[in-house]
């Protein structure tokens, strides 16, 4: 098996010093809780300075570390890779990587989506090419390098998700990913704590186009409000640039699109060719992140006959939409369905997960109370600035909000929200995630449909893991 860095490969990429004679590392690791044997260990400074866990990244098997400085109790002979600048270093890894390689690499970005468009992305690329995608949400100024420098030399599809939370972070990330096809999922009120408009979000969010490498292809959401904004930044540097959507504008043209409680199908044309396939995963947001999956499948040279059957394969990730029926009584068959999409949350997003709920039909005589519910446990969304308090009170009036029975709402923000909501839909209004997950057996009944939606700070991924929990405590009692 080649090895992904050999010490002489990384000297050369780094520009540091080594101690300790030559190694070669299977893979790159940041974390010891994770780390495998043969892995170089990159002692990055975050909460905790990385320096601090050398030692124990050699003894779970690493096979090197890279670090500023010798670390406290590590060997004289200890193989490590010296540089001034640890984070630095993991870029310059990155940019080595990205440069020895032959793969097309596609990056990502979006207020809403991109890590699911990711995940959909490489599980159809992944039936036609060695692919290599971004672990979990590693789209930052850490994550981008550290994805880079995990690429195989030999990979054929790489896809790259960039993320930001700040103006100018996205150009900086997308140059060093250097692209042939940069995707806008969507651009929303997310993050306006640190940008004045939306339209600051959509230049930031555009800026991805940046990294494009000569004769790269900008592809972007044409439904949304500041498509022309991208359109025009995505002219100044991509050779190739569609728009994607429902919109009469859009090169990657959604001509129909059928929603239904479990699936979407999606009819359109690109190209020339007409196009017909279905999406694993319920809701309009994820039948425009396949359109944009199909778009990219096409623009990398894939076969879309594949990826169009793929598309239908592929099941949303816990925690951003992942749809489970938990069994509260195995015995008379009664269960609630539970919407686990509670790793994000902005109003583009929310108002989107609110009409997958509203899709799904309650089953009807089976619980205590003879009507099944559509019931939306709702937390907090972070970084919306001055205007939060009315983006939280604007959820009431969502179409998709007639359809919901009871509404329960966690965190300050979200109290705007309930106090909104005409008096039949309030459920409880608590400060913390802890509160409603204590009392999660009280929230549900058999025949509901529960969406959990909120931001990550929010915590709300405590209720999802106390319903789930309640279908243990039925088994303990057969």
């Given at each position: 098996?080649?090895?992904?860095?050999?010490?002489?490969?990384?000297?050369?990429?780094?520009?540091?010093?080594?101690?300790?004679?030559?190694?070669?590392?299977?893979?790159?690791?940041?974390?010891?809780?994770?780390?495998?044997?043969?892995?170089?260990?990159?002692?990055?400074?975050?909460?905790?300075?990385?320096?601090?866990?050398?030692?124990?990244?050699?003894?779970?098997?690493?096979?090197?570390?890279?670090?500023?400085?010798?670390?406290?109790?590590?060997?004289?002979?200890?193989?490590?890779?010296?540089?001034?600048?640890?984070?630095?270093?993991?870029?310059?890894?990155?940019?080595?990587?990205?440069?020895?390689?032959?793969?097309?690499?596609?990056?990502?970005?979006?207020?809403?989506?991109?890590?699911?468009?990711?995940?959909?992305?490489?599980?159809?690329?992944?039936?036609?090419?060695?692919?290599?995608?971004?672990?979990?949400?590693?789209?930052?100024?850490?994550?981008?390098?550290?994805?880079?420098?995990?690429?195989?030399?030999?990979?054929?599809?790489?896809?790259?998700?960039?993320?930001?939370?700040?103006?100018?972070?996205?150009?900086?990330?997308?140059?060093?990913?250097?692209?042939?096809?940069?995707?806008?999922?969507?651009?929303?009120?997310?993050?306006?704590?640190?940008?004045?408009?939306?339209?600051g979000i959509a230049y930031e969010k555009a800026s991805i186009f940046e990294g494009l490498e000569d004769?790269?292809?900008?592809?972007?959401?044409?439904?949304?409000?500041?498509?022309?904004?991208?359109?025009?930044?995505?002219?100044?540097?991509?050779?190739?640039?569609?728009?994607?959507g429902e919109h009469a504008d859009a090169a990657l043209r959604a001509d129909k699109i059928i929603l239904?409680?479990?699936?979407?199908?999606?009819?359109?044309?690109?190209?020339?060719?007409?196009?017909?396939?279905?999406?694993?995963?319920?809701?309009?947001?994820?039948?425009?992140?396949?359109?944009?999956?199909?778009?990219?499948?096409?623009?990398?040279?894939?076969?879309?006959?594949?990826?169009?059957?793929?598309?239908?394969?592929?099941?949303?990730?816990?925690?951003?939409?992942?749809?489970?029926?938990?069994?509260?009584?195995?015995?008379?068959?009664?269960?609630?369905?539970?919407?686990?999409?509670?790793?994000?949350?902005?109003?583009?997003?929310?108002?989107?997960?609110?009409?997958?709920?509203?899709?799904?039909?309650?089953?009807?005589?089976?619980?205590?109370?003879?009507?099944?519910?559509?019931?939306?446990?709702?937390?907090?969304?972070?970084?919306?600035?001055?205007?939060?308090?009315?983006?939280?009170?604007?959820?009431?009036?969502?179409?998709?909000?007639?359809?919901?029975?009871?509404?329960?709402?966690?965190?300050?923000?979200?109290?705007?929200?309930?106090?909104?909501?005409?008096?039949?839909?309030?459920?409880?209004?608590?400060d913390t995630a802890q509160e409603l997950g204590e009392d999660a057996h009280r929230l549900i009944d058999?025949?509901?449909?529960?969406?959990?939606?909120?931001?990550?700070?929010?915590?709300?991924?405590?209720?999802?893991?106390?319903?789930?929990?309640?279908?243990?405590?039925?088994?303990?009692?057969?």
């Amino acid at each position: 098996m080649t090895a992904l860095w050999t010490s002489a490969d990384a000297l050369e990429a780094t520009g540091g010093r080594t101690q300790g004679g030559d190694w070669e590392a299977s893979g790159v690791s940041i974390d010891t809780r994770t780390l495998k044997p043969g892995d170089l260990f990159v002692a990055l400074k975050a909460e905790r300075d990385g320096h601090d866990f050398v030692a124990g990244a050699f003894a779970k098997g690493a096979a090197a570390a890279l670090v500023s400085h010798v670390p406290d109790g590590v060997a004289d002979d200890a193989p490590l890779l010296i540089v001034d600048d640890v984070l630095a270093g993991l870029e310059r890894l990155g940019a080595a990587a990205r440069a020895r390689t032959q793969a097309q690499v596609i990056a990502i970005t979006g207020s809403a989506g991109k890590t699911s468009t990711k995940e959909m992305l490489g599980h159809v690329l992944g039936h036609q090419g060695k692919t290599h995608i971004a672990e979990a949400s590693y789209n930052n100024h850490w994550g981008v390098p550290l994805t880079l420098a995990r690429m195989p030399r030999e990979t054929d599809f790489a896809v790259i998700e960039i993320g930001m939370n700040a103006p100018g972070e996205i150009s900086p990330l997308a140059r060093l990913t250097r692209p042939h096809v940069a995707v806008v999922t969507t651009v929303a009120a997310a993050h306006l704590a640190a940008f004045k408009s939306v339209e600051g979000i959509a230049y930031e969010k555009a800026s991805i186009f940046e990294g494009l490498e000569d004769g790269g292809t900008a592809l972007f959401n044409a439904d949304i409000e500041t498509a022309p904004l991208l359109n025009a930044v995505a002219k100044e540097f991509a050779a190739h640039r569609f728009g994607f959507g429902e919109h009469a504008d859009a090169a990657l043209r959604a001509d129909k699109i059928i929603l239904t409680a479990d699936t979407s199908v999606v009819e359109g044309h690109f190209a020339g060719t007409q196009f017909l396939f279905k999406v694993g995963a319920p809701g309009r947001h994820f039948a425009m992140n396949a359109l944009a999956v199909y778009g990219v499948a096409h623009l990398v040279g894939a076969d879309t006959g594949v990826a169009a059957c793929d598309i239908a394969t592929w099941r949303a990730p816990a925690g951003r939409g992942l749809r489970k029926r938990i069994m509260l009584d195995p015995v008379e068959d009664h269960a609630f369905q539970l919407i686990d999409d509670a790793f994000n949350a902005n109003p583009a997003s929310l108002a989107a997960a609110l009409e997958v709920l509203a899709a799904i039909e309650p089953e009807c005589g089976q619980g205590r109370i003879a009507k099944g519910r559509r019931i939306a446990i709702l937390g907090d969304m972070l970084e919306l600035g001055s205007d939060e308090e009315a983006l939280h009170a604007a959820v009431a009036d969502l179409p998709a909000m007639a359809a919901v029975d009871r509404v329960h709402c966690v965190g300050p923000r979200m109290r705007a929200l309930y106090e909104a909501l005409p008096l039949e839909k309030r459920g409880r209004a608590v400060d913390t995630a802890q509160e409603l997950g204590e009392d999660a057996h009280r929230l549900i009944d058999a025949g509901d449909v529960v969406l959990v939606k909120g931001s990550k700070g929010s915590k709300v991924s405590l209720v999802v893991s106390a319903l789930k929990a309640l279908a243990r405590e039925a088994e303990g009692t057969h």
